[in-house]
C-alpha cells in the first residue's frame, strides 16, 4: 500500500523559516517524480514544486520560486521541502504527493497524496 | 499560465441525479487534463486522467470528456459519497489547477 506522510508544519513568523518532510513507503520511491501542492484554508489547489527521480531536475511554482527548495534523499525515501522567507500567504496545508507514470515516463498528474502537514505563518 | 474556470461554482443536485461539470482552459491543454475529487478534511484524489481515462478503482459512473479548451466531468448516478468538491488541473504547460465546483446535496 501506497502511504505518504508529512511532517513538520506549524507555526511561524512571517520571514522564517520551516522544512517540511515526506516519508513515502509501498512503491518504488527512487522510480517516480514528486511533488508539492499547497491549500490554503478553504482555498483551491496550488502546485509548488517537482522534482526529478533522482534530485536533478526541480521546478517551481512563481509564487515560491527563489524562496523554497525542494530536495528528496532516495535512500530514506524521504521527499523535504525546505522554506525560507515565509510569507503570510504561504499559510496552507502542504501535500506531498507522487506523479503518476506511464512506462517510467511521468504523466505529471498526482496519484497519490499524504494527508498534508499545516503550515501557519503569522505574527 | 494557463487558466482554468470551473462552471458552476456550487451544483444541487439529489442522489440519483446525474451531475455534469464543467471545466474551461484559457488556451488549449490538448487532452493533458485531469479531475479530482476532494471530501472535507481529506486529500483530493485522482478521478480522471488525460481528458477521459478513469484511474485505478474509480467507478464507472465517473466519466470524463473534452479536448482542447472545454472539458466536462461527469457522474451518471450521484451516489451519497460523491457530494464533495471536484477540482480540474492540466499538465500541458507546468500545472495549475482550476478553482473547484462544489457538488451538494439538494
Known amino acids: 500500500e501506497v502511504q505518504l506522510v508529512e511532517s513538520g508544519g506549524g507555526l511561524v513568523q512571517p520571514g522564517g523559516s520551516l522544512r517540511l518532510s515526506c516519508a513515502a513507503s509501498?512503491?518504488?520511491?527512487?522510480?517516480?517524480?514528486m511533488t508539492w501542492v499547497r491549500q490554503a484554508p478553504g482555498k483551491g489547489l496550488e502546485w509548488v514544486a517537482n522534482?526529478?527521480?533522482?534530485?536533478?531536475?526541480?521546478y517551481y511554482g512563481d509564487s515560491v520560486k527563489g524562496r523554497f527548495t525542494v530536495s528528496r534523499d532516495n535512500a530514506k525515501n524521504s521527499l523535504f521541502l525546505q522554506m525560507n522567507s515565509l510569507r503570510d500567504e504561504d499559510t496552507a496545508v502542504y501535500y506531498c504527493?507522487?506523479?503518476?507514470?506511464?512506462?517510467?515516463?511521468?504523466?505529471?498528474?498526482?496519484?497519490?497524496w499524504g494527508q498534508g502537514t499545516l503550515v501557519t505563518v503569522s505574527s | 499560465e494557463i487558466v482554468l474556470t470551473q462552471s458552476p461554482a456550487t451544483l444541487s443536485l439529489s442522489p440519483g441525479e446525474r451531475a455534469t461539470l464543467s471545466c474551461r482552459a484559457s488556451?488549449?491543454?490538448?487532452?493533458?487534463l485531469g479531475w479530482y475529487q476532494q471530501k472535507p478534511g481529506q486529500a483530493p484524489r485522482l478521478l480522471i486522467y488525460?481528458?477521459?481515462n478513469r484511474a485505478t478503482g474509480i467507478p464507472a459512473r465517473f466519466s470524463g470528456s473534452g479536448s482542447g479548451t472545454d472539458f466536462t466531468l461527469t457522474i451518471s448516478s450521484l451516489e451519497p459519497e460523491d457530494f464533495a468538491i471536484y477540482y480540474c488541473?492540466?499538465?500541458?504547460?507546468?500545472?495549475?489547477f482550476g478553482q473547484g465546483t462544489r457538488l451538494e446535496i439538494k
Open positions: 504527493t507522487r506523479v503518476s507514470s506511464v512506462a517510467a515516463t511521468p504523466q505529471y498528474y498526482f496519484d497519490f
Open positions: 509501498g512503491f518504488t520511491f527512487r522510480s517516480y517524480w
Open positions: 522534482i526529478k527521480q533522482d534530485g536533478t531536475d526541480k
Open positions: 488556451q488549449s491543454v490538448s487532452s493533458y
Open positions: 488525460d481528458a477521459s
Open positions: 488541473q492540466q499538465r500541458s504547460n507546468w500545472i495549475t
